[in-house]
């Protein structure tokens, strides 16, 4: 009978070691997933800046060909104002020396 009691004692004692184990092992698990939590957290606010910093840059760009278009009309209008003002100038000019010469 005391051997039974003895081997039934060390039973007892190697499940409560087994038990433990498995509750140290859960702590890790634990441990992991909230250090995975963490880390997806990351991921998604990285991936959020990176989706705004694309939305930015996609407007600026959109900005840029507008300003682009504006400034190929100012160039082309002020070619024509200075082309009209040296042709205004010439006529001008073959006038007066048509006047003096006349």
Known sequence: MGNTIAFQEALIEERDHGIQEIQRQIGEVNEMFQDLAVLINDQGQQL??????????????????????????????????????????GVVLAIIIIVLFA
């Open 48 to 89: 959020q800046t990176i989706d705004t910093h694309i939305s930015s840059t996609a407007e600026r760009t959109r900005e840029g060909q507008r300003e682009l278009v504006k400034a190929e009309r100012s160039q082309r209008s002020t070619r024509n104002k200075c082309l009209m003002l040296w042709l205004i100038s």
